[in-house]
T-cell receptor, first 114, second 117 residues
Framework: DAGITQSPRYKITETGRQVTLMCHQT?????MFWYRQDLGHGLRLIYY???????DKGEVPDGYVVSRSKTENFPLTLESATRSQTSVYFC?????????????FGPGTRLTVL | AQKVTQAQTEISVVEKEDVTLDCVYE???????LFWYKQPPSGELVFLIR??????QNEISGRYSWNFQKSTSSFNFTITASQVVDSAVYFC??????????????FGQGTELSVKP
């Protein structure tokens, strides 16, 4: 019963480098989400996906790219990392229902951009 | 626009005290969902409760209870007889329709609860 996993759990990178954070869920949930957590801001939505090959922007999408070729995977790429992208990133998933279902979160990835 | 406000940034109590965490939300929709999540020191986000806007019944689960009042746009969370293990950051969140947006969550800034022995 793996649920939803994220890798890596910790990452240190340098400004300007490309970084990809992985998210994998075993529930076959339709919806997947990426949030970032920063002090004073709570969690903010970066991107979400309703199904394979369907993605859309959230509140803070600039500087990020997502893809979803398979239902179970939803990678988040920072094309050219900046210090302001130092954060804890959470992936979440939920079922498709008549109305918002409960989102279940992965353990998070702590990213530091030097 | 939708918004969730948790005015209490930090709360400190002594074990066995009751504590209430406040959550006030703003939305123009008549149909919406409210959630509470717990984030213990280990960092994961743990789902606690989901409530839809048509169900104003209060809910109790063990030492946890939730009071939903549409008239004041509040969804407060009370822990009775708090324990050290309740120490965590608690987030209130709002999700609106439409259905095809999958219920994006709008989070409050969180309340850090510290329960001292």
């Amino acid at each position: 019963d793996a649920g939803i996993t994220q890798s890596p759990r910790y990452k240190i990178t340098e400004t300007g480098r490309q970084v990809t954070l992985m998210c994998h869920q075993t529930w076959s949930h339709s919806y997947m989400f990426w949030y970032r957590q920063d002090l004073g801001h709570g969690l903010r939505l970066i991107y979400y996906s309703a199904a394979a090959d369907i993605t859309d922007k959230g509140e803070v999408p600039d500087g990020y790219v997502v893809s979803r070729s398979k239902t179970e995977n939803f990678p988040l790429t920072l094309e050219s990392a900046t210090r302001s992208q130092t954060s804890v990133y959470f992936c979440a998933s939920s079922r498709r229902e008549q109305g918002p279902d409960t989102q279940y979160f992965g353990p998070g990835t702590r990213l530091t951009v030097l | 626009a939708q918004k969730v406000t948790q005015a209490q940034t930090e709360i400190s109590v002594v074990e066995k005290e009751d504590v209430t965490l406040d959550c006030v939300y703003e939305t123009r929709d008549t149909t919406y969902y409210l959630f509470w999540y717990k984030q213990p020191p280990s960092g994961e986000l743990v789902f606690l409760i989901r409530r839809n806007s048509f169900d104003e019944q209060n809910e109790i689960s063990g030492r946890y209870s939730w009071n939903f009042q549409k008239s004041t746009s509040s969804f407060n969370f009370t822990i009775t007889a708090s324990q050290v293990v309740d120490s965590a950051v608690y987030f209130c969140a709002l999700s609106e329709m439409p259905y095809n947006q999958g219920g994006k969550l709008i989070f409050g800034q969180g309340t850090e609860l510290s329960v001292k022995p």
